[in-house]
């Protein structure tokens, strides 16, 4: 038994490399390939750093977005039990299901100057075609899942009775929320809005055809490699990821360092 029980992890682990190795390998590729002139002249080029710039603002504003409607969202499927709870599960989790080239389309047949939304919002001083808004509607559009579904399982998470002790002792339901429900669910959140911000940063069908320009920075990588070839576009591919991994990393730390404080004050 011991022997098949070994047997099993060095089957497990095996895979586990298989995956790592697939996962990285790549990356690694990419990474190795640029020269540091082809870095710095990367970075010198003024339309590259604009993208950049477009990719973080618009990740950012979208993200922020996600959670100011997401979570109340979220807390709602958590905490509450009616009729087509199902069918709302089901649409938030549409954008994973349907490819983006797809949200693409659906989003220009809404908010283009001719769509349904379009002209409405054009009288309020809105325009998504061509604009930055565009961008960040695009990018929402992709992301807002992940911060539902992840804050809904922290929520989930949190015992519903200190929602009620909270309330037996006064506290209503705003204070309950943003003192105990909120900080409980907090590592949750944060997941959820680090995903959310992940897949919108890296968006490119979405906001190729609902917006284009201003360019974000998958789609400037991406004229780099039709018009300049393939070094030129690795050079900023290598950038970006970078920024983006780095700003991937500090999410994450600031969640886990929220997660110790809970722990350190119980």
């Known amino acids: 038994m011991r022997t098949q029980r070994g047997l099993m992890f060095w089957v497990f682990w095996l895979a ?80 994973l299901t349907v490819p983006h080239t797809i949200a693409g389309i659906a989003l220009l047949l809404v908010f283009s100057r001719h769509g349904w939304l379009g002209p ?4 309020l001083g809105l325009s998504f075609w061509g604009t930055f808004a565009g961008v960040v509607l695009a990018m929402a559009y992709v992301g807002l899942p992940y911060a539902v579904n992840a804050a809904r399982v922290g929520f989930e998470a949190v015992d519903p009775r200190l929602e009620k002790a909270a309330r037996s002792l006064g506290a209503g339901p705003w204070a309950t929320f943003t003192g105990v429900s909120l900080p409980l669910a907090w590592r949750g959140v944060m997941t959820g809005l680090t995903l959310c911000f ?69």
Not at 53 to 77: K, W
Not at 120 to 123: G, K, L, P, S, V
Not at 232 to 240: E, N
């Open 16 to 95: 586990a490399c298989l995956v790592l190795a697939f996962i990285t390998l790549p990356l690694l590729a990419l990474v190795l390939h640029p020269s540091l002139g082809q870095l710095r002249e990367a970075a010198m080029h003024v339309g590259v750093r604009d993208a950049f710039l477009v990719s973080l603002e618009g990740a950012a504003l979208s993200t922020a977005l996600s959670m100011l409607f997401g979570v109340p969202l979220a807390y709602l499927l958590a905490r509450q039990q009616f009729r087509g709870k199902t069918a709302i599960e089901t649409i938030v989790d549409l954008p």
């Open 198 to 266: 992940a897949r919108a940063i890296g968006e490119f069908a979405a906001v190729v055809l609902l917006a284009y320009y201003p360019m974000s920075a998958p789609v400037k990588i991406y004229e780099l490699f039709l018009q300049a070839g393939l070094n030129q576009s690795v050079a900023a591919s290598v950038l970006f990821l970078t920024i983006v991994l780095g700003l991937f990393c500090a999410l994450r730390l600031l969640a886990y360092g929220r997660r110790v404080e809970r722990v350190a004050q119980a």
């Open 120 to 123: 409405a919002a054009a009288h």
